[in-house]
């Protein structure tokens, strides 16, 4: 949870390395982590400046609870997309066709607002020196998922992280979401969903395979 209180420009080169094995963990130098206590009483200040009151029944444990729930929805400072995708497998019995995993749910946070970011991952691959577990695809969207995020960041976090452990033939990623920042306030706009792409290998050199992918997840 460091990068929640490094400055911004620390915080850049944080996510600028990420995905790198190793480096996405967020840690090290950096303004002194608060403690608990402060966190709680940072909520408490939140609380009194939108017009509460903090001691009342109902409020008394929210600190608490909007501090655990933080530990939670930020989990991902603490992981490391490498540890996730460590274990490849290469007896697929000569497999090397695409390997498509749609849909993946994720909640995220934007990094302007802090407020939610909702929506799916699709992820293909080409497999070259083996394949992940199906499950670790999906460990590895929330790794990033779990931080503040803009949607292209997160794009691409996931797609470097995916390169590097795997080295697949080809990588396509593709992530629709629903920013609740545009839709709770600001320009007030509901349904609106925000697609991004990152194509590496023979999914950026060749549009069939592009096209090949836009059809797996669509269909
Ligand atoms: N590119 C990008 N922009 C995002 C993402 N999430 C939120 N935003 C935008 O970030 C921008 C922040 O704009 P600012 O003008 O600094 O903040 P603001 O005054 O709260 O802007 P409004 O949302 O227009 O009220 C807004 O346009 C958001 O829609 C994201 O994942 N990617
Ligand atoms: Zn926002």
Known sequence: MDAVVKPLS???????????????SVGGKGPRRPTRAEAEAAVETLLRWIGENPAREGLVD??????KAYEELFAGYGENSAEVLDRVFEEVEGYSDI????DISFFSH??????PIIGKAHIAYYP??????????ARVVDVF?????????????ISDAINDALQPRGLA???????????????QKQGASTITTRFSGVFADDPAEQARFMMLVRE
């Open 110 to 115: 934007c990094e302007h607002h802090m407020v």
């Open 173 to 187: 990623i593709m992530i629709e979401a629903e920013h609740m920042c545009m839709a709770m306030r600001g320009i």
């Open 62 to 67: 929210t600190p608490r609870r909007v501090v």
């Open 10 to 24: 620390a915080r850049k080169a944080v996510v600028a390395d990420a995905g790198k094995p190793g480096s996405d």
């Open 99 to 102: 390997v498509l995993v749609r």
């Open 128 to 137: 070259a020196r083996g394949v992940v577990g199906l499950s670790k695809l």
């Open 145 to 157: 998922a779990r931080r503040l995020q803009t949607q292209e960041a997160l794009t691409a976090q």
